[in-house]
T-cell receptor, first 107, second 114 residues
């Protein structure tokens, strides 16, 4: 199956800082999503981005499908951005999750 | 509306019990999923139903038995579980085929096996 490498595993930032999270995939995917998991376990959809670039407020994502990687950018971090960020990808319905990036924003 | 609901929120069961987890969506999605997430680990796919038929079983032990009574409902029947099956069980749904595969997740059922 597809392998998903996510980096960095942990990130601690001051409020207001910017960050970049990365996912590498071992094979081509036609389904790629970014999620934020809150402390209660809910997975919140951030982006569905098999290719191209999308932006939503302070968050944006870019997927370079030909090179099998995706980036999530968070600008002007707020304490509410803390939590675990997962990327997941795969062929059609079969999503494989990366190991996650635990982001901590310090006031 | 992009809501997937799951019941119960929490469940404690003994190893000899039989229980069921329930999941419901009203987005007209034709694919539904069960995932298992252990503490500090990513979710792992267990089952996929597409158009109410089981399309993917990720070699899950038979003590987990999925059921899709109709396109809006998904159940996971549990029996003779082991303590290591304690985890967060997540349900998701998506369109299928031409509609794309973006998955939407429910809040999960936190299961403890004693």
């Amino acid at each position: 199956g597809i392998q998903v490498e996510q980096s960095p595993p942990d990130l601690i930032l001051q409020e207001g800082a910017n960050s970049t999270l990365r996912c590498n995939f071992s094979d081509s995917v036609n389904n790629l999503q970014w999620f934020h998991q809150n402390p209660w376990g809910q997975l919140i959809n951030l982006f569905y981005i098999p290719s191209g670039t999308k932006q939503n407020g302070r968050l944006s994502a870019t997927t370079v499908a030909t090179e099998r990687y995706s980036l999530l950018y968070i600008s002007s971090s707020q304490t509410t951005d803390s939590g675990v960020y997962f990327c997941a990808g795969g062929p059609n319905e079969k999503l494989t999750f990366g190991t996650g990036t635990r982001l901590t924003i310090i006031p | 509306d992009t809501e997937v609901t799951q019941t119960p929120k929490h469940l404690v069961m003994g190893m000899t019990n039989k229980k069921s987890l329930k999941c419901e969506q009203h987005m007209g999605h034709r694919a539904m999923y069960w995932y298992k997430q252990k503490a500090k680990k990513p979710p792992e796919l267990m089952f996929v139903y597409s158009y109410e038929k089981l399309s993917i079983n990720e070699s899950v032990p038979s003590r987990f038995s999925p059921e899709c009574p109709n396109s809006s409902l998904l159940n996971l029947h549990l029996h003779a579980l082991q303590p290591e099956d304690s985890a967060l069980y997540l349900c998701a749904s998506s369109q299928s085929g031409q509609g794309g595969y973006e998955q939407y997740f429910g809040p999960g059922t936190r299961l403890t096996v004693t």
